[in-house]
């Protein structure tokens, strides 16, 4: 007998979106450290990921964060990243923390590099399972170049299963 299970389609070509994916909005408070008008922290969440999806750009150059402060604690399995840099060479750093205790302390889970470079490797998608339970807080940190040059971090999107 065959096993099969059906996968959702993408909404659109690079997009993907894990059918398990928790809805952020409904669960969690988000705090970011800044947002540009043009590109708020909302679209990390809208669905339109992928190359070319809509992003998240901090509004000042710099280390910035994003924070799912959830209603209440969570058992997580995952956490997606996708960051689009079609302009600029640089060297992106992300470093994944969490927390148990309400947000007093973080403990951090990786860090991960994404190096871009025009004409290039432009989008970079990651998935990284990190299974914990009583999860208050997922923080994102983003150093948007690791040589120090001046720069905004970005993001297209972030999902929590």
């Known amino acids: 007998m065959l096993r099969k299970q059906l996968i959702p389609m993408p909404t659109r070509p690079g997009a993907r979106r894990a059918a398990d994916a928790k809805d952020i909005p409904a669960l969690a408070t988000v705090l970011v450290t800044s947002e540009s008008s043009d590109h708020p922290v909302d679209n990390l969440f809208d669905g ?38 079609p302009h600029a060479s640089r060297t992106q750093e992300l470093c994944l923390s969490l927390s148990r205790d309400g947000g007093q302390t973080y403990r951090d889970v990786l860090r991960q ?42 993001l297209t999107s972030l999902t929590v299963s």
Do not use: C, M, N, Y
Request: proline letters at 8%.
């Open 113 to 154: 590099e994404f190096t871009f470079s025009p004409g290039g490797a432009t989008f970079e998608r990651e998935d990284w399972r990190v299974p914990a339970d009583g999860v208050t807080h997922v923080r994102v940190a983003i150093r948007p170049d690791k040589g120090s040059a001046p720069g905004r971090a970005t």
């Open 48 to 85: 339109r990921d992928g190359p070319g999806g809509s992003r998240w750009i901090a509004s000042a150059d710099g280390e910035q964060a994003v924070v799912l402060a959830f209603d209440a604690p969570q058992t997580i399995h995952s956490v997606g990243l996708e960051a689009e840099e």
